[in-house]
């Protein structure tokens, strides 16, 4: 205990005491979370009368981390996607700090939200992952922090990419730090250099992703897909995300995949499962049709 107070409400107090004061607009309710440059809060807007998040730098006077927060916002700014949380405002507090307003995001993390579902299922959300990815690429932004934690699947089906505040805008100078991203999850350039790596190393972080939502065991082909996509080399790699898409593709249609050299057993039964009711048919005609001759012949 902490006086007559429990220790709980003593720090839900200087919680509530931190709360920035973001202008009329907005009533900031409850910390969601804190990162390394931000504050995420969720607040209620009071002119459309709707939830958002807010993230606010949480020091006063950091010239780095204001321009590194408004370049998150102007990063998300041009990323308008389905599965790219959009911003809605943006703005400067009182005391000098920046912050911007993007979409509350409800749901599960992608890790905990696989549990259940089956291999379709988790290729479909995978594939949308990557849709999202390429997309950015597209724009010219590196994410670099591609995992499943950053990963949002909402209650009506959307599947968002969070957190691009360590995202890089190609042939922008390079950053200052060391090492940018989680271990695991970084291609080995990016461990190197952060600040000069492009967007293969966001295709090693999606093989890492792939290969943590197969199951067990997981289909050889897909194995190597994740794999080939995390090489260590960059030019060992999917060029880009359509190359990695096309080859998921290419095994739920029970195709051949670039990455997976299949031998010839394998391959007859790929054929056979993609082509097995008229296979069966044929099968069952040639069977009745000796069968036949036999008996005529009796």
Not at 173 to 194: K, L
Request: hydrophobic share 45%; with cysteine; proline share 6%.
């Amino acid at each position: 205990m902490t006086g007559w107070l429990g220790d709980a409400a003593v720090a839900h107090l200087r919680d509530v005491a931190e709360w920035p004061e973001v202008g009329k607009r907005y009533e900031i309710t409850r910390r969601l979370g804190r990162g390394g440059m931000g504050i995420v809060y969720a607040a209620q807007d009071r002119v459309l009368r709707r939830e958002v998040a807010i993230k606010v730098l949480n020091e006063i006077g950091h010239q780095a981390g204001t321009e590194h927060l408004l370049a998150e916002a102007r990063i998300l700014g041009r990323l308008e996607h389905p599965g790219i949380v959009p911003v809605h405002d943006a703005g400067m507090l009182a005391d000098g700090r920046v912050f911007y307003v993007m979409k509350l995001v409800r749901g599960d993390r992608l890790d905990v939200a696989i549990a259940s579902r089956t291999l379709n299922e988790r290729l479909d959300l995978f594939l949308r992952i990557c849709d999202a990815v390429a997309f950015a690429h597209a724009h010219g932004i590196v994410h670099r922090d591609l995992k499943p934690e950053n990963v949002m699947l909402g209650p009506f089906g959307e599947v968002l990419v969070m957190d691009w505040g360590v995202a890089k805008v190609a042939g922008s100078a390079p950053d200052v730090e060391a090492v940018v991203g989680t271990p695991g999850y970084m291609a080995p350039e990016q461990v190197r250099d952060a600040g000069r790596v492009d967007s293969r190393a966001d295709i090693y972080a999606l093989g890492v992703i792939l290969e943590a939502m197969l199951p067990d065991p997981p289909p050889k082909p897909l194995v190597a897909i994740a794999r080939h996509a995390r090489a260590a080399r960059v030019e060992h790699r999917y060029a880009e995300v359509p190359g990695l898409v096309h080859d998921v593709h290419r095994f739920r249609e029970g195709a051949p995949v670039d990455a997976y050299r299949e031998s010839p057993l394998e391959r007859l039964a790929r054929v056979y499962r993609r082509h097995r009711v008229p296979i069966t048919l044929v099968l069952v005609y040639m069977v009745v049709r000796v069968i036949l001759l036999l008996w005529f012949r009796t």
